[in-house]
């Protein structure tokens, strides 16, 4: 049921969630710089950007500002900041175009699929631990790539990927299910 609380756009949480996204342009100028120290503070968004996703959800339920946006801007968000974070690690650190294409129509499928279920059954899907875990590989992945650790980033890359394309597939599965009246 959906309640006037529900249906909020500006919420701390939803906030939190938007921050990450607009912050990308000044983590990409700082990452992009010849001077490796301005990279510390690249890092330091990366800590704000994981700290502001955990915050955000734990906010949301705590205050009780879980929103039907929230349930779309935090993980649409999470793939913006994914995908701009690889089309970076692309550019500037040798993060192979294939990795970056197979993950990106994986993220397109994902929202396809969640707008399918939702025009359908007016459900927003949720999150499944696999997929939140195959997530944070691709994100640790995704940083080893732009702090240029390049020997832990080449050795992780194609496991990382196949378990997030696996995580893309379990999705599919379930959201399949949640449109057929299943789960």
Known sequence: MRTEASLRFWTIPNVLSMSRVGLLPVWWMLMSSADRTLWW???GLVVYGIASDVLDGYLARRWHQISE?????????DKIVAAVVS?????????????????VARDLGLVAAGWIVYRRVR????SIDFGRYAA??????LAF??????????LILWPVVIVYLAAGVLYVVRRRRVVSGGV
């Open 123 to 126: 459900v927003v899907p949720s």
């Open 145 to 154: 790539y732009a702090f240029d650790c390049q020997p832990y980033a080449r």
């Open 69 to 77: 946006w929230g349930k779309i801007l935090d993980p649409v968000g």
């Open 87 to 103: 089309v970076f690690c692309v550019m500037h650190r040798s993060l192979p175009v294939a990795a970056l294409a197979l993950t």
């Open 136 to 141: 944070l590989a691709w994100g640790i992945t």
């Open 41 to 43: 503070w690249g890092g």
